[in-house]
């Protein structure tokens, strides 16, 4: 019989986030004893954590070490999803990055070495940091693409210095160290400026999916920026929660899988999908191109997971928008009272004021 987390012990760092609270849900159908979420709230909301009997929340940095002191010495399986979010806001300020991100990793898998019962511990990478920086063409991204001295941001670093911590921990420790390397996500549970203020826009501006939702219903124009020419892969959060799932159950320690869903969509095709889909009849903004970002077209390799894991994206791209632009619909005034807590540092968001009432 295939393993499920039933009767399980679960600890999800960055359980309250945008991936962390879907995981957590999905977890929760598989009826797990025990369900351990740790989370700073530094960009996430309480309305994400489910209330159930099997839940209890930690509400705290996981570099306590109280808290790490207190993690149970029977933990089945750990997933460290926890991070400073962001390129943006680790341009902004790298020391907090390196709090939030590196210093995080070190603690956590320094006080999880030791727990023996532990299965897998999965760790959320970054796809970004490993992607080849181009605007001439994209090939789809392997596990094993060589990793560059040189990256755009702190964030891209501090994602790769886990992945090494980690790897370091599974060689020397033994400690069942599982990466899986997120694409993009996006989905319902993403909410714009949920959390504390991180000293930029991206605060509350912080992935395009949900920009592009929130504006869009607002019949505003789209800024797509070099003339939309840059690529990603859209994975649906309930697809990336299955992928952590399969990694924590038939993942292999040691190794690192793509979770994505090997389509490359543009960044222009996103925005017109989100005006048809929103009915947004406000033409497209075209702007300049970031100063600081040189990854500009990218999708990643899934076959790996798709032959070791068993796992493969469901959710087509224009399906999973048109879940998300619903639940942005129904859940605007949690977003609006999210945002609004940072009007002080972005007075424009006063116009959105009453759209929700």
Known sequence: MAETFEGRNVLVVGGAGFVGSNLVRFILKQQPRKLTIIDNFLSADPINVPDHPAVRLVSSSIANDRVLREIDDDLDYAYHLACYH??????HDPLADHENN????????ERLKDIKSLKKVVYAAAGCAVAAKT???????KEDAPVSLFHDSPYS?????GEMYGNYYFMRHGMPFVKARFQNVYGPGEILGAGRWRGTPAT???NVTPTFI?????GEALPVENGGIASRD????????????ACALRGEPGEIYNLGSGVETTILELAERVNELSANDTAIAMTPA?????????????????????FEAQVPHLEGLRRTVEWAREFRPCILRCMMQHVHFLPELRRYESTAR
């Open 102 to 109: 590196n210093i995080t990793s070190l603690k956590l898998f």
């Open 86 to 91: 962001g390129n943006q806001s680790s341009i």
């Open 135 to 141: 605007f001439d063409g994209a090939q789809a991204t």
């Open 234 to 245: 859209f994975i649906f959060v309930e697809d990336m929660a299955r992928g952590l799932m």
């Open 157 to 161: 670093i501090s994602k790769l210095v």
């Open 290 to 310: 970031r100063d600081w970002d040189r990854s500009g077209q990218r999708f990643g390799d899934p076959s790996k997971a798709r032959e070791k894991l068993g």
């Open 204 to 206: 509350v501006w912080r």
């Open 214 to 218: 929130w504006k869009a219903l607002h």
